[in-house]
């Protein structure tokens, strides 16, 4: 991975840097997640988050944070009526006492097998 871009910023860090985008942004102690989507979309909304979760919490690590640190989640769904089973996760994952401010909508997302998009920015440790 990435971990730096050779541009006029170099105060911010890039992890994960693809053609079109970066998995995660770095300024002035903010991490900056890009949309997180189930590397895999043959389950249902519990699998799917579950999936989304772990990599959310996978890309707080390599940005040198936590989940405790989440400052805001951004969580688009593509059938609002899930919302009570993605709930479900959600809260068995999040930290105790650390729930971050949340929106949660329904949305269509890039590929019809994504029941689920989460985008998140959080503070590093």
């Not at 996978?58 to 940005?63: G, P, S």
């Amino acid at each position: 991975m990435n971990t730096k871009t050779d541009t006029p910023n170099q105060d911010i860090q890039r992890i994960g840097m693809a053609a079109r985008y970066s998995e995660a942004a770095i300024f002035n102690g903010i991490v900056y997640l890009a949309g997180m989507v189930p590397e895999r979309g043959d389950t249902d909304i519990r699998g799917q988050t579950e999936d989304v979760l772990a990599q959310v919490e996978q890309r707080l690590k390599e940005a040198g944070s936590d989940k405790s640190r989440i400052l805001r989640t951004q969580i688009y769904l593509t059938d609002i009526r899930e919302i009570g089973a993605m709930n479900e996760v959600w809260d068995a994952w999040v930290v105790p006492g650390s729930a971050p401010p949340r929106a949660t909508v329904q949305a269509p997302l890039a590929d019809p097998g994504y029941r689920i998009e989460i985008v998140v920015t959080a503070a590093q440790a």
